[in-house]
C-alpha cells in the first residue's frame, strides 16, 4: 500500500516525448475510410450493446495519456493570439471568481481511539486559504491524553498546484507534545493519484541533521450514496535516532485503519473505524523499553466535518 | 443572499423533503409590506404566477430585495419590480426604447437584454460594457429594437440572476406578421436554491461532487459484476478511474439544493395556461435557469418548433426538446383534450418541474416519472477518437436511419472526417483536466440521456433559419478557442485561462469571421457572445441556425460565423452562471 502512493505520484510524470509522438501517430494511421458508412443500416440495427456504449475501458488497448497533463508541444497554440495587443485592464472592476479567495476547514479525522488499555482523542485536520493555484495549507494532527496534547504535528505551507490533480507544497512543520519540540523544512505533494487514491507525501529536513518523510494514502468506497468506507494508511519514516522523542530510525510506524462513515450532510459525517497500527525498529524497542505494544488494534468513533 | 429576520421566519425547519416539489403557493410574498404592491405591477389576468407584462417604449423597472417562498423557507430574493419573473416586456420591432433601471439594493446590479442587437454600452454588462448601477442610482437604457422574437433579459451582476432577476421580452414584428397561434404562452424556466449561490460555488470549490447524489457505489459494481463477469465490470470503471472523472457528472448543482420552476410557479404550484379545444397554442419557451439544461415535452402533444433563439426556423415537429441554458424556442402546439402536462426534467435526472395545458383551471394530467440518469458515453469524452464513432449513437432518433453521405469532409476536416483539435500551450497546466484530440463535429445528437429514448428529439441538425445567413460573405479569418476546465478544482476556462489570466480576442470591425469552439470538458456548456449573432455550420461548412447560445457537448467542436458589426467592447460566456463566474468568460473587442 505505501508503495502505491509512490508509485501514483510517479504515475503522473509527464510521459516521455517518444510516447506522445507514438500517440499522436496513431491516430491518422486509423484507417477511417475502410467504415463504410453507407452499408450500415442504422435504422434496424439493434440497441448497442451497453456495455460498449457506457463502457470506455472495453476499448482496453487506448492509451488515455495524452487526454491529461503532459507538457504543450512545439505547435500549441498561443492562447493569446486573437488578442490584437488589447489586454484587460488591471484596474477593471469585473472580478470573477478566479480572483477571489475562498478557504475551507476540513476535520478529517476527529475521533475517540481505544485500544485494549488506552484511550485517547486524535485529531486531523487540514484548513487552507487563497484561490485555485495557489494556497496557504495549514495541517494539523495530533493526540491528547487526560486532557492534555500527547504529540502534535502542525504545518503551514505554500500549496501551488503543477498539474491538474497535483499541488507541491512548501512550508514548515512544528512537533510539540510531552517531548521536547522539533522545527521541520516541508517539502511535499498532494493530491489525486488515478483511480481516486488522495496520496499526500511530504519529506522534511530539521535540526541537527535530522530527516523525516511521512506518506499518507486514503481512499472512498461508496457503499451507498451516503455511506463511504474509507481505508487509510499512513507510514513515517526517520532518517535519524532521536532518543528525546524515542524515535528509531528507518520505518518508525505504521498505521492502517478502515472507517466506516454515514453523510448526514457532506460536510456532517459522523464514523466508526478499527485500525492496526505498529511501530518498528528504534521506534519499537523505545515502546517496548517503556513497556508498550509495539503492535495493536484500534477501535475509533468519531466526526468527520468541512465548512 | 441574506437570510431574512427571524419575525418572518414563522414555519418551523421541516424536512426538506416534503417541500421538494415546492410550496404550491410558493414564490413572491405579497402582501407582506405594502410596498411590494406598487401602481407598475400591472398584473395581469393569471392566476397561476404569469409575470407581469409591460409594453409600449417606455419602462420603469425597479430592482429590489423581495421575500420569497418556494421550500417552506422563506428568503430574501433579488427581483424587478417585485415580481419572479420578473415583467415580461413586450416591445416592437423599430421602436426606440427607454428603460429606467433604479437600483434599490444595498450593491451594484445590472440588467443584460440576452440576444438583443444593440449598442454595447446598452448591454449591461458591469465591467465590460458599463460601470454597473450603484445603490440608489437609475441607468437609462435607450436603443432602438432591431430584431423579432422571444429572448429574456437578467442580471449580470454576481448571482443575481441566480435569486431572481430574469424576465421574458416578446417582440412584435413591426409591420405584424403572419399570424400563427390563437393563444401565446411564455414559458420560463429556472432553478431556485435557498442557499447563497456564493456558497454554492464555495462548496463547489471544496468538494466538486457535493450535489452529485448519483455516482457509482460498490452496490453497482456487484451488480455489473454478477451479470457481465467480474473484467467487465472493471472494464467499465476503469478509464474513469484512471483519469479521476466520474460518468454521472451531468451537472454541477441539482435537485439536491434546486426546486425547478416554470414561470416562477413549483411543480406543486402547477403553472396552467388555458386554451379551448382546436386552438393553436404558441409556447414560448426560455430557460431562465442559472446551471440547468431543462428537457422538456407534453407527453401526447407533438411540438412544432418554429423559431430558435428569436429567429424564424424552418417548422419542425418534435416529441422532445433539450433547452440549454438561455436558449429559447418557440413551439406550435395543437391541443385536443382536456389537459397536457408541460414536463420539464433537468438533465441529470434528479429533478423536475412541470405545468399545465388545460380547458379549465384546476385541471391536471399524469405527470411522467423523472427518466433515469444516463452515465456518460465514452464518446463524450474522448470525441471521435475511441472507437471510431464514439460520440454518435445510432440507434437514437427513433429508429430514423441517419445519412452519413452527409458527413462529407470538408476542408476543414481530416481523411476519414476527423478533425484534429489544436490546443493552447495554456492548456497543459494544472486549470486542465483533460483534452480532446479528435472531437465530434456532428450536430445531430440529441446529447447525454436523450439518445435511447425512443422519442424524436430535437438536435441543431434538424434547425435551419429561415432565410439563410444574414452575410453572405465566407470566413475572412479563423479563430479557435477550447472549453475547458478542472472538475476537481471547480476551474472554468477558455484554453485554460480564467477570465483573470486572459486577454481579450479582438474582432476586426465588419470582417466575417469563423469562431471554432472545442470543448475538452465533459460537460455541456451553452456558449453566449453578446451582441452579434453567432450562425452555426454543420460538419460541411454550410449554414444552419442563427443563435445567440451554442450548446457544445462534451468531446464536440463546433463552428459558427460572425460579422463583427457591432463596435465596442462585449462579454463572451459559458451561461452556466457557475462556470462563467469561475472564470469560462471572455471579452470580445471589436475595432
Known amino acids: ?307 | 443572499m441574506k437570510r431574512i429576520p427571524k419575525l418572518l421566519c414563522g414555519l418551523p425547519n421541516l424536512p426538506r423533503r416534503r417541500f421538494i416539489q415546492g410550496l404550491a403557493a410558493g414564490g413572491v410574498l405579497l402582501g407582506v409590506s405594502p410596498w411590494l404592491r406598487p401602481a407598475w405591477a400591472q398584473v395581469t389576468d393569471t392566476t397561476t404566477g404569469s409575470a407581469p407584462v409591460l409594453s409600449g417604449t417606455e419602462f420603469d423597472l425597479t430592482i429590489a430585495e423581495t421575500p420569497v417562498n418556494f421550500t417552506g423557507r422563506p428568503r430574501l430574493a433579488t427581483t424587478i419590480n417585485g415580481s419572479i419573473p420578473a415583467p415580461t416586456l413586450r416591445w416592437r420591432q423599430g421602436d426606440t426604447i427607454t428603460l429606467r433601471v433604479t437600483n434599490r439594493l444595498p450593491v451594484d446590479t445590472s440588467i443584460h437584454w440576452h440576444g438583443i442587437l444593440l449598442p454595447f454600452q446598452m448591454d449591461g454588462v458591469p465591467g465590460i460594457s458599463f460601470k454597473g448601477i450603484a445603490p440608489g442610482e437609475t441607468f437609462i437604457y435607450r436603443f432602438k429594437v432591431q430584431q423579432t422574437g422571444t429572448y429574456w433579459y437578467h442580471s449580470h451582476s454576481g448571482m443575481q440572476e441566480q435569486t431572481g432577476m430574469y424576465g421574458a421580452i416578446v417582440i412584435e414584428p413591426a409591420r405584424g406578421g403572419p399570424i400563427r397561434a390563437d393563444r401565446d404562452y411564455i414559458v420560463q424556466l429556472s432553478d431556485w436554491t435557498d442557499e447563497d449561490p456564493m456558497r454554492v460555488l464555495a462548496k463547489l470549490k471544496m468538494q466538486s461532487d457535493y450535489y452529485n447524489f448519483n455516482q457509482p457505489t460498490v452496490v453497482d459494481f456487484f451488480r455489473d459484476a454478477a451479470n457481465d463477469g467480474v473484467s467487465a465490470a472493471m472494464a467499465k470503471r476503469r478509464m474513469w478511474q484512471q483519469m479521476r472523472m466520474n460518468p454521472t457528472d451531468l451537472a454541477d448543482v441539482s435537485a439536491y439544493t434546486y426546486t425547478y420552476l416554470m414561470n416562477g410557479t413549483t411543480p406543486a404550484g402547477n403553472w396552467t395556461g388555458l386554451f379551448r379545444p382546436g386552438e393553436k397554442i404558441r409556447l414560448r419557451f426560455i430557460n431562465s435557469g442559472a446551471m440547468t439544461f431543462f428537457d422538456v415535452r407534453i407527453p401526447g402533444l407533438k411540438m412544432t418548433v418554429i423559431q430558435a433563439d428569436g429567429q424564424d426556423v424552418e417548422p419542425f415537429t418534435v416529441d422532445e426538446i433539450r433547452i440549454g441554458v438561455a436558449e429559447t424556442y418557440d413551439v406550435i402546439v395543437a391541443p385536443k383534450d382536456d389537459a397536457y402536462t408541460i414536463f420539464a426534467q433537468s438533465m441529470d435526472r434528479t429533478g423536475h418541474t412541470r405545468g399545465t395545458l388545460a380547458v379549465r383551471a384546476g385541471m391536471t394530467a399524469d405527470v411522467p416519472a423523472v427518466d433515469k440518469p444516463e452515465p456518460l458515453s465514452m464518446g463524450d469524452m474522448m470525441g471521435d477518437m475511441g472507437g471510431g464513432m464514439g460520440g454518435m449513437d445510432h440507434s437514437a432518433h427513433g429508429g430514423m436511419a441517419m445519412d452519413h453521405s452527409q458527413h462529407a469532409m470538408g476542408a476543414m476536416t481530416m481523411g476519414g472526417g476527423q478533425v484534429r483539435a489544436r490546443h493552447a500551450r495554456t492548456e497543459y497546466g494544472p486549470g486542465v483536466d483533460m483534452r480532446v484530440d479528435m472531437p465530434r463535429t456532428n450536430l445531430d445528437d440529441p446529447g447525454i440521456g436523450l439518445r435511447n429514448n425512443g422519442r424524436r428529439v430535437l438536435t441543431y441538425a434538424d434547425l435551419h433559419t429561415i432565410g439563410g445567413p444574414l452575410d453572405r460573405r465566407g470566413p475572412e479569418r479563423e479563430i479557435e478557442l477550447h472549453l475547458t476546465g478542472n472538475m476537481e478544482r471547480y476551474t472554468w476556462s477558455f484554453d485554460g485561462l480564467e477570465f483573470g489570466k486572459s486577454t481579450p480576442v479582438h474582432f476586426r470591425h465588419n470582417e466575417r469571421l469563423r469562431v471554432i469552439l472545442v470543448n475538452d470538458t465533459m460537460m455541456t456548456h451553452p456558449m453566449h457572445l453578446h451582441g452579434m449573432w453567432s450562425e452555426l455550420e454543420n460538419p460541411d461548412g454550410r449554414f444552419q441556425i442563427r443563435k445567440h447560445v451554442i450548446n457544445v457537448q462534451p468531446a464536440q467542436r463546433v463552428s459558427f460565423l460572425v460579422t463583427a458589426d457591432a463596435l465596442g467592447r462585449w462579454a463572451w460566456h459559458c451561461h452556466l452562471l457557475l462556470h462563467m463566474d469561475a472564470g469560462m468568460f471572455r471579452e470580445v473587442v471589436v475595432a
Open chain 1, 1 to 307: 500500500m505505501m508503495v502505491l502512493g509512490v508509485s501514483s505520484v510517479r504515475a503522473q510524470e509527464p510521459p516521455t516525448p517518444a510516447k506522445e509522438t507514438e500517440q499522436m501517430k496513431a491516430v491518422p494511421d486509423m484507417d477511417h475510410s475502410q467504415m463504410d458508412h453507407s452499408k450500415m443500416d442504422h435504422g434496424a440495427a439493434p440497441p448497442p450493446d451497453p456495455a460498449t456504449l457506457s463502457d470506455p475501458g472495453a476499448d482496453s488497448g487506448m492509451n488515455h495519456g495524452s487526454m491529461q497533463g503532459g507538457s504543450a508541444p512545439p505547435d500549441a497554440r498561443d492562447p493569446h493570439a486573437y488578442s490584437g495587443g488589447y489586454t484587460l485592464d488591471p484596474a477593471r472592476p469585473l472580478r470573477m471568481a478566479d480572483e477571489h479567495n475562498f478557504h475551507s476547514l476540513l476535520v478529517d479525522r476527529f475521533e475517540r481511539v481505544r485500544t485494549r488499555d488506552n484511550s485517547s482523542t486524535e485529531y486531523d485536520l487540514q484548513a487552507w486559504f487563497g484561490r485555485n493555484y495557489d494556497r496557504v495549507v495549514l495541517k494539523a494532527e495530533g493526540e491528547a491524553d487526560d486532557g492534555r496534547i500527547e504529540d502534535a504535528h502542525t504545518e503551514l505551507l505554500w500549496g501551488h498546484a503543477v498539474a491538474a490533480y497535483w499541488d507541491t507544497q512548501v512550508g514548515v512543520r512544528y512537533d510539540s507534545g510531552k517531548n521536547p519540540d522539533r522545527k521541520w523544512l516541508a517539502f511535499g505533494i498532494q493530491g489525486l493519484a488515478p483511480y481516486w487514491f488522495e496520496v499526500d507525501a511530504t519529506a522534511y529536513v530539521g535540526e541537527s541533521g535530522r530527516t523525516a518523510l511521512r506518506l499518507e494514502a486514503e481512499y472512498e468506497l461508496l457503499l451507498t450514496q451516503k455511506l463511504v468506507l474509507q481505508p487509510r494508511i499512513e507510514a513515517n519514516f526517520y532518517g535519524k535516532r532521536d532518543a528525546q522523542r524515542e524515535l528509531g530510525s528507518g520505518l518508525s510506524d505504521l498505521v492502517l485503519g478502515l472507517r466506516l462513515r454515514y453523510e448526514i450532510r457532506r460536510e456532517f459525517a459522523p464514523y466508526i473505524g478499527i485500525e492496526r497500527s505498529g511501530e518498528f525498529g528504534g521506534t519499537a524497542d523505545f515502546a517496548r523499553a517503556d513497556g508498550e505494544r509495539t503492535k495493536e488494534t484500534r477501535f475509533v468513533a468519531g466526526l468527520r466535518f468541512w465548512f
